[in-house]
């Protein structure tokens, strides 16, 4: 498996907006993909390269996504109920990943691959995880951190069936966020523009 390089891409999806800002920048699947790279040639526009390198941070982020869900299941840490939660959000991120590789590699560029389990367990500090409570307040810090950084890349897209495409991550990243922080019995902010 290729390491990503680190200083190329964040290290969590926090960073996102700053990582893919410097470079100028409920439901999608393969057919949104395979549907937009049917009609469009991103490799062929100038400014196609800046898509293709946001869509190449997108995807490590969902390869983060990924990985923390997959560590956290196995941790033993969770309940049933709150696993089978766990696993229905990593099947969403894994279909968000397998969109944007396909974008990525349909516009002549590579996907970015994912990092290791080690390097994920210790970006996101998963050794600290000591009880069920601490997995539902990592994962709704990442899915608010997702659905931000997404609805902060919408207006950088030069195409506009990316941002498209942005526009609907947010909303399953914003689903997740809700659903979690729900479970944990937080308030919805009063205040309008929870993401972003």
Known sequence: ?????????????????????Q????????????????T???SARSDGSKDV???NVALALEHEGIAAYRLAG???????????????FMGHHEQHRDSLASLVSKAGGKPVAPQSDTQYAQ???????KTEGDVLVLATRLERGAASAYVG???????FKLAQLF????????????TLNNAQGLPISAKAYLFG
Not at 23 to 38: F, K, Q
Not at 74 to 88: E, I, N
């Open 1 to 21: 498996m290729t390491q990503v390089p680190r200083q190329r891409f964040p290290k969590t999806r926090r960073a996102f907006l700053g990582a893919v800002g």
């Open 23 to 38: 470079t100028a920048v409920i439901g999608l699947t393969m057919g949104s993909a395979a549907a937009y790279s049917a």
């Open 40 to 42: 469009h040639k991103t």
């Open 53 to 55: 390198g946001i869509l």
């Open 74 to 88: 196995a941790s033993g840490l969770l309940k049933p109920a709150t696993l089978g939660v766990a696993k229905v």
């Open 123 to 129: 970006a996101l500090n998963l050794a600290a995880l």
């Open 153 to 159: 890349q919408v207006a950088a897209l030069h195409d």
């Open 167 to 178: 526009s609907g991550l947010a909303s399953d990243e914003a689903a997740h966020w809700a």
